[in-house]
């Protein structure tokens, strides 16, 4: 075998084994990887099944909370659709009616979020990047900028 010969092989060997590693690292991650949706699109159903694991965020609507020990049920709206969420567990302290919220789990065949994590908003002036940019489209963002 000529030196071109083996740098060629080398070459080979050392891209394939770099593709396999990148190959193994994506089917490892591909479970953990977790989509962030809007109740508009998890409405339409075009981009999420039921019980694929997804972030869904919105405004917590007023008056849909309900409460009984550690069941929470409340409705999560982007200004034109609404999710129904329900989780079980402890809400952050800063969980309220008309505050931003982003709720990460499945939905179920009935069309119910079924939350198994609860992020609020940890200031006045938080809210996600893909949040911000529905609601002003919709007019409905009370951010900085439109008080």
């Not at 193994?24 to 694929?52: C, H, M, N, W």
């Not at 405004?59 to 129904?84: A, M, Q, R």
């Not at 949040?131 to 008080?147: A, C, F, P, S, T």
């Amino acid at each position: 075998m000529t030196r071109k010969q083996k740098r060629f092989v080398g070459i080979g060997v050392i891209g394939s084994v770099i593709g396999l590693a990148v190959l193994l690292v994506s089917i490892a991650l591909r479970d953990e990887i977790v989509f962030f949706y809007d109740p508009s699109e998890v409405v339409t159903g075009q981009k999420v099944a039921p019980g694929q694991n997804f972030r869904i965020g919105g405004l917590v609507k007023d008056g849909s909370v309900l409460k009984e020990d550690t069941k929470i049920s409340f409705v999560v709206t982007d200004g034109s659709n609404s999710v129904p969420i329900s989780f079980e567990g402890i809400l952050p302290d800063l969980f309220r009616e008309g505050q931003g919220v982003i709720a990460e789990g499945a939905l179920n065949t009935e069309g119910r979020f079924i939350a198994q994590n609860i992020l609020a908003k940890h200031d006045e002036n938080y809210i996600p990047k893909e949040l911000e940019g529905v609601l002003k489209e919709k007019n409905i963002y009370k951010g900085e900028d439109n008080q």
